[in-house]
């Protein structure tokens, strides 16, 4: 649970922080196009480490693992997509900008903590088995 509640900490300032820079640069009519993309994006971002991490407690890792990959990137991208045919006024807003910035960074945090998440589990049973061994 620690690398979801990383992810939270950094990402959710982060955009906080962008969504201002946002404001500031593509004009305040087009902070609601930021904000839902930065939600859906923290939303599946979140989802996906929950999936791993639950997966990783009950002993299924490689199911954790690709579950976490499927929803990291399917469910924004599908999300993003259907916003955007069915929405063209967020288009005229840039919302597909804001949500190409935001997918890739909440992709690149949430990659990293997924490794993380592996190795620590990885540490976990190795020690596990060490004293089982024993």
């Known amino acids: 649970m620690r690398e979801f509640f990383i992810f939270l900490v950094v ?3 982060l955009f906080l922080l962008g969504g201002v820079g946002w404001t500031q640069w ?3 009519e087009n902070a609601f196009a930021y904000a839902l993309a930065a939600g859906i994006c923290v939303f599946f971002g979140a989802l996906a480490l929950l999936v791993q991490e639950i997966a990783f407690r009950t002993d299924n890792s490689m ?6 990959i499927l929803i990291r990137t399917l469910g ?8 955007k045919q069915n929405s063209p006024n967020l288009v005229e807003h840039r919302f597909f900008l804001a949500f190409v910035a935001c997918f890739l960074l909440t992709l690149t945090l949430e990659t990293i903590l997924s490794v993380l998440l592996v190795n620590r ?14």
């Open 121 to 134: 589990w990885e540490k976990l049973r190795n020690k596990g088995n060490d004293t089982l061994g024993e």
């Open 11 to 13: 990402i959710v300032p």
């Open 26 to 28: 593509m004009g305040a």
């Open 76 to 83: 924004p991208i599908a999300v993003g997509v259907f916003v």
């Open 63 to 68: 199911a954790g693992s690709l579950g976490s």
